[in-house]
């Protein structure tokens, strides 16, 4: 398992003061209120920032970061993401994961067959949508309902689905 999970990514500044605007990746928007540091991937390397205060816009979260005091230094960031270590994630209700710890996992029939590997994970809202690439090339899309994804056993890397509910492209 990972040790850092993706929380956001900075799409731009915000004002002169050093703020910058994160499109969240978390369930819970009001999730950033509670962290008191966050980690930015600026050239292969994270950096620690302490949170100094958090506002909301819309859809996206505005963060003035101890050490950011202005738009040229905030300009910088602009497309990084932005990650937490693990012991500072929320903990999460059964049956729920990590996108971090789905990704990459082995995905297989009822019949124990591999399909491909889960590759990446998709929000429309009403559920999520599970992209599996199949060893042939082929992308297959799962929605995430209990009726098409049977199992998730995260330790042994392994989804079980029902392939009639996959769309195969």
């Given at each position: 398992m990972k040790d850092?999970?993706?929380?956001?990514?900075?799409?731009?500044?915000?004002?002169?003061?050093?703020?910058?605007?994160?499109?969240?990746?978390?369930?819970?928007?009001?999730?950033?209120?509670?962290?008191?540091?966050?980690?930015?991937?600026?050239?292969?390397e994270l950096i620690e920032f302490k949170i100094e205060k958090v506002k909301y816009l819309k859809k996206l979260?505005?963060?003035?970061?101890?050490?950011?005091?202005?738009?040229?230094?905030?300009?910088?960031?602009?497309?990084?993401?932005?990650?937490?270590?693990?012991?500072?994630a929320k903990k999460l209700d059964e049956d729920t994961y990590f996108i971090a710890d789905l990704i990459g996992l082995n995905v297989y029939d009822e019949k124990d067959k591999l399909i491909g590997k889960l590759n990446d994970i998709y929000n429309t809202g009403s559920n999520d949508i599970y992209v599996v690439n199949s060893d042939n090339g082929k992308q297959i899309l799962f929605p995430a309902l209990k009726s098409v994804i049977k199992q998730i056993d995260v330790?042994?890397?392994?989804?079980?689905?029902?392939?009639n509910g996959g769309i195969y492209n």
């Open positions: 850092y999970l993706e929380i956001g990514q900075i799409v731009n500044t915000h004002g002169l003061k050093g703020y910058i605007k994160v499109v969240p990746f978390t369930d819970s928007i009001n999730r950033f209120e509670e962290l008191t540091k966050i980690y930015i991937q600026y050239k292969k979260v505005t963060l003035k970061l101890i050490g950011i005091n202005d738009i040229n230094e905030a300009e910088k960031y602009k497309n990084s993401y932005i990650f937490i270590k693990r012991e500072d330790k042994n890397g392994k989804i079980i689905v029902d392939v």
